[in-house]
Structure formats: C-alpha cells, structure tokens
C-alpha cells in the first residue's frame, strides 16, 4: 500500500515534536532509541515454534508498560513502534509510567486454549528476570485477553514464589484485575468525545458513528456510545463489516458474533432464519472493512488495526472527526490529508490512554492489596482523560498544531525533563 512502517513513522513525530522543541541531536537520538529489545523464540510441547518479543523503550518516568500482542504481523519493528508510543501515551495522561511493548508472532485463531496457555507461560519464561511490579508491567493488547493475563501471572509466581499480582495489569476480576479495565480503553475515548462535541455544540443523537473492529475496544465504543444515544451505523470486525443507517444496537451485534463467529455469520445466520430478529437488529447491509472507513457518518473511530487509513483512501473520507482507537490506525500522509479537510483527530495517543490509565489503577491496587469500586475508577479516569485533553487542545490551539502533535510535543517535553532530572541528557 506504499505505507511506511510504523516505527518510522514515530521517528517522523519525535523528529518534528523535537524541532518544536529546540532538542539537541544526543536527546532526539535518545528519544529514537529503546533502551532494551528482548528476543527469543519460544518452543511449545506441539513442537511449533514463535518469535517472542518485550521492548522497552523508556523508563525515565516510571516502570515500562504496555501490553502484549498476540498476531502474525506481530514483528520487532510493530513491537518497537508499539513501545514508543507507549512511553508517548503514559506522559500524555501523565501517569507515573514509562513505555514498553511485547509480543508473540502467532495467530491465536488457529491455536488450541491449551497451546495459547503453554504461549502464555513460555513468554513468561523468557522474560521473567526483566519484568515485575516495579520494573516492568505487560498487560493484554490485540488479541491477547484475561484469562491469558491468568496463565502469565500463575506462572510469573510459579517462577517467583510469592504473590506479584502487580506484575501484570488487564487480569479477571478474581486475579487482582480493576473494577472498569475490560471497557477502560473505550471510556476513556468517550470521555474525551463527549468532551468535544460539547464544545462545538453537538448532541449525540444527532451523530452517527462507523466504528472498525468489534474487538474489545470497538465493541465496547460502540456499546457506551449507544448508551449515550448516538447513531451506531456501520460496526465490522477481521471478516467484515454491516451497515444501516437507521442504527444499530451493539449488544445484539456482540451477542449474535459470539454464537457465529463473526458479525457477518451472525447476519447470515438471521437471514436464514437461524435466530430470531431481536438476536441481531434492524436490517443491515453487509460491507467491507475498506467500504467502512469510507461511508457517510459524523464520527470515524479505528479500533483495530494500525495503517488502516492512508494516502490511498484519506481523501475519501467523510467523517467530520476521527477517534483513533486503535494504536496507529492512520499513517502521517493520511493526518496531514485530514488536517487539509479540517477533520478532527483525536490522537491514539490521547484517546486510546483510558486502557493504560486503568491499567496504572490496577497496578496501585494490587500494591495497596486494596480495591476500589467501579464509581471510584470512573471518577478518576474521567479526570486524568479531561485534564489531558484540556492541556492538548489549549496548546494546539495556541500553537496552531494537530491535537496529535500538541500530543506529542507535550509528552516529549515531559519525557525530555524526566531523563534531565535524572541526569541522563
Ligand atoms: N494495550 C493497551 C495499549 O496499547 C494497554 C496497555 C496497558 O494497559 O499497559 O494502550
């Protein structure tokens, strides 16, 4: 598709953020290079045989964070890309973190439970001796889940010999998980949405959504924002995509793909009389994931995968505002097409920060051995998600820039004075 690879293109922002910056040569140098790359293969007992990865890039803010990815394109430049924008996403929301990323070359869809398990635990073998509660702290990312958080901790304090629940964030409820992780990615983007068109004087139920990929960021984005009385018209996952613009309720969307396998089954599955009509909806027209990104709607919000939008199908685009939650969804040619249509962007790393933000609760949690309700949660992610919006909108409206490089700009100045303070630059 003629798109650069992603960890070039947060060498681009860093480069141009630095530039607004005045940084020297030896701290854009630092901000461009991880401090650590771990990689191994892991074996499992079927004898098949997977890259596995943990990048950490920065840490002068706090541990490495991020999560675990789970997929075939999973490779060390994805990796490495994904922990950049980590250390880039904590200092956004200004959560005591730094950036870290992993993953596993593998597609989970064609394992057994048995064999995503034994990759769970054989990641964990690998990197044990550099991850912990105060070192570095992987949680789930595409693909990866709960109950594969379950596997990696079980085996982490196998290893350990003592309970380290805050070694790993995103677990079960019953593991020492957060009251409002599993939707936390979603909200915190609402948050922000909402947010926004209050300011320009918008109501939701005057705004439909397309949202890409029902996973658990698209799913839950559609549902909250149903709740709230926008229009869902145009949902998809990895098989494809319906529309009608009448809306749609996800709920039945999610309940009729986990009987099916997928939201298209679950519409052929109604058409041929196999559930009733409550178990999907309305009466939608089944599209394709590239038809999605393109349809007639107010709000466009990627929650799947990253390189989504391009120089290739930007122009064609006709939200008038872009969610990206999904990690990397559009490339640098795309933004600058957007900023020429006057589409709003709210950045990934701004809008997807509700997961990691969470995730940091969780870890505070499991440290304190002492857990809140899901109020306390939302109460607090609703004000680190506002208060870091707030300070990106003045500041790009001061500048004159992109909310995503008012984003960036102002998390590598607090990364840039993390490493000063401690003596590294
Ligand atoms: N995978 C999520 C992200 O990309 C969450 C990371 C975390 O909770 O550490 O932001």
Known sequence: ????????????????????LDLSDTVIEKLKTPNKIHEYEIKISTG??????????????????????FHPEADIEEVKALAALMAIKCAVVNIPLGGGKGGVQ?????????????????????????????????????YTNPQIMGYMLDEYEKIKGKSLPGVITGKPLELGGSAGRGAATAQGGVYILLDYIEKIGKKPEDLTVAVQGFGNAGYHAAQILHSHG????????????IYDKK???????????????????????KLDG???????CCNPEVITNAELLEIECDILIPSALDGVLTVENAENVKASIILELANGPLTPEADTIFEKNNIVVIP???????????????????????????SEVQVRLKKIML???????????????????????????????????????
């Open 348 to 374: 990934d790393v701004l809008a997807n920060a509700g997961g990691v933000t969470v995730s940091y609760f969780e870890l505070v949690q499991n440290i304190q051995n002492f857990y809140w309700t899901e």
């Open 1 to 20: 598709m003629g798109t650069k690879a992603p960890f070039e293109n947060y060498l681009e922002i860093v480069s141009e953020s630095a530039k607004i």
């Open 274 to 280: 196999k559930i009733c009509a409550e178990s999907t």
């Open 387 to 425: 208060d870091a919006f707030s300070d990106i909108l003045a500041f790009s409206e001061e500048k004159n820039i992109t909310l995503r490089k008012a984003a960036f700009v102002l998390a590598v100045q607090r990364i840039v004075r993390a490493m000063e303070l401690r003596g590294q630059i």
């Open 106 to 142: 593998c597609n989970p869809k064609e394992l057994t439970q048995d064999e995503i398990q034994e990759v769970s635990r054989a990641w964990i073998q690998k990197m044990e001796a550099f991850i912990g509660p105060r070192q570095d702290i992987p949680a789930p990312d595409v």
């Open 48 to 69: 098949k045989t997977f890259n596995a990865y943990r990048v950490q890039f920065n840490n002068a803010r706090g541990p490495y964070k991020g999560g675990i990815r």
């Open 247 to 269: 809306g749609m309720n996800p709920e039945n969307i999610f309940a009729g793909k986990k009987q099916f396998g997928s939201i298209q089954a679950a519409l052929q599955a």
């Open 230 to 241: 926008f229009k869902i018209i145009a949902v998809s996952d990895s098989k494809g995509g």
